[in-house]
């Protein structure tokens, strides 16, 4: 219940194409949803996050499409460039038990060719 | 300082030997976390500080993984005897307030070499 399950594991998208990474979720008591991202050697950096009294959330180039019913949540990178390439995690934390720790997916590694 | 900082950023040590790891946070953050991350894999919650205290250890994976948090600011994880199986980055992160939404700021970890 407390497992996020992510994929695909890796992904290469030609420069101006769109990166879909898909998450899904079991505990229903979640209710933050980050998205992060990781180059080599550095820590995770968050890119957006959602709500889940939201269906979809734009920031620039990253969307996040959530899918309460389904507990599916979605990152979408429009026009992807060399310099998205990174690794991208999935995250879920809740409310309740007094601490917010994120429940990470296991990351999926972009690579964006130009 | 601007961002949470962590040392040592690379640390090779052998098998049974004890290793500190030191995380700053960002300054006035009360929460402070510690994940593992294992080669190629997604991180795991070790532990959990508002101010002080830590009401979720419930990452730690043995007693030999301890931590502290000192004056709402600096942490340090210990890891005693250490194995192999200890090789991995830790990282550390600080938010605000420890709700569920707030952002958690990482530092760009330590990597534990286990000989």
């Known amino acids: 219940q407390q497992q996020v399950k992510q994929s695909p594991q890796s992904l290469i998208v030609q420069k101006g194409g769109i990166s879909i990474i898909n998450c899904a979720y079991e505990?229903?008591?979640?209710?933050?949803f980050p998205w992060y991202q990781q180059f080599p050697g550095k820590g995770p950096a968050l890119l957006i996050a959602?709500?889940?009294?939201?269906s979809e959330k734009k920031e620039g180039r990253f969307t996040i499409s959530f899918n309460k019913s389904a507990k599916q949540f979605s990152l979408h990178i429009m026009d992807s460039q060399p310099g998205d390439s990174a690794t991208y995690f999935c995250?879920?934390?809740?409310?309740?038990?007094?601490?917010?720790?994120?429940?990470f997916g296991q990351g999926t590694t972009l690579q964006v060719k130009p | 300082g601007a961002g949470v900082s962590q040392s040592p950023s690379n640390k090779v040590t052998e098998k049974g030997k004890d290793v500190e790891l030191r995380c700053d946070p960002i300054?006035?953050?009360?929460?402070l976390y510690w994940y593992r991350q294992r080669l190629g894999q997604g991180l795991e919650f070790l532990i959990y500080?508002?101010?002080?205290?830590?009401?979720?250890k419930s990452g730690l994976p043995s007693d030999r993984f301890s931590a502290e948090r000192t004056g709402e600011s600096v942490s340090t994880l210990t890891i005693q005897r250490t194995q192999q199986e200890d090789s991995a980055v830790y990282l550390c992160?600080?938010?605000?307030?420890?709700?569920?939404?707030?952002?958690?700021?990482f530092g760009d970890g330590t990597r534990l070499s286990i000989l």
């Open positions: 992160a600080s938010s605000l307030l420890w709700t569920s939404n707030q952002p958690q700021h």
């Open positions: 505990n229903t008591a979640f209710d933050y």
């Open positions: 959602i709500r889940p009294d939201v």
């Open positions: 995250a879920a934390s809740r409310r309740s038990g007094n601490t917010g720790k994120l429940i």
């Open positions: 300054s006035g953050h009360t929460a």
């Open positions: 500080f508002q101010g002080n205290s830590a009401p979720d």
